[in-house]
C-alpha cells in the first residue's frame, strides 16, 4: 500500500455518471486528483468557483451546485481504492510521483523546455506529466526523473493483508 494522500471528497449523485467514463479517462481523473490532494496542480484541472479552497473541477458539469441539496462522500486518501481499481497501490504511486514533479517543476519555475535542458528527459514528457496522461510511465522511471530534477525519494514498505483477499500472509513463502 502506498502511502495515502488528502482524502478526496466527492458528490455522490456523480458517481453514476463517473462510472460510465472509460477506464483511461477515469485514471486521468484520478491522477489529476491525487496530485492537486498532493499540492501540485494539474494542468486538467482547476479550482472550482464558489465552493472554497481545495475544491477542483475536471470537466465543466451541468449541475447547478447552488440548487442542489448534494451528497458529499469522504475518500480513504487512495481516490483509485475508493473506485475499485485493481492496481490503487500502483496508480496512486504514480501520482504521487508526478505531483512530485510538478511541484518542483512551479517551484523552480521550470517549464518543460527549461526541465528538458536540466535533465536530458524530453520536453513531451513533462507535458505529458503536466496532463497527467501517466500511462506511458512505470514507476522507475517517474522515480528517475524526480532524481534528475534534484530530489530524492525514501521508500517504507509496509505489507498488509487486503480485507478482501482473505490471503493470509504466512501461506505466502
Do not use: Y
Request: aromatic content about 6%.
Amino acid at each position: 500500500m502506498t502511502r495515502l494522500s488528502r482524502p478526496i471528497f466527492w458528490i455522490k449523485a456523480a458517481r453514476k455518471h463517473f462510472d460510465a467514463f472509460p477506464e483511461e479517462a477515469q485514471l486521468t481523473c484520478f491522477r489529476a486528483l491525487t496530485v492537486a490532494a498532493e499540492g501540485g496542480m494539474a494542468a486538467i484541472a482547476k479550482p472550482m468557483r464558489g465552493l472554497g479552497a481545495g475544491v477542483f473541477e475536471i470537466a465543466e458539469g451541468d449541475l447547478d451546485v447552488k440548487k442542489e441539496k448534494l451528497e458529499v462522500v469522504r475518500g480513504s486518501g487512495n481516490v483509485f481504492r475508493d473506485f475499485g481499481h485493481a492496481n490503487a497501490d500502483s496508480e496512486q504511486l504514480k501520482a504521487i510521483l508526478a505531483a512530485e514533479i510538478i511541484k518542483r517543476m512551479d517551484r523552480d519555475g521550470l517549464t518543460v523546455r527549461k526541465a528538458q535542458a536540466l535533465t536530458g528527459i524530453d520536453a513531451g514528457d513533462f507535458s505529458r506529466i503536466r496532463k497527467v496522461d501517466l500511462s506511458r510511465f512505470t514507476i522507475e522511471r517517474l522515480m528517475m526523473i524526480v532524481n534528475r530534477l534534484g530530489s530524492r525519494i525514501d521508500v517504507s514498505v509496509k505489507f498488509r493483508r487486503s480485507p478482501a483477499s482473505g490471503v493470509h500472509l504466512s501461506a505466502i513463502r
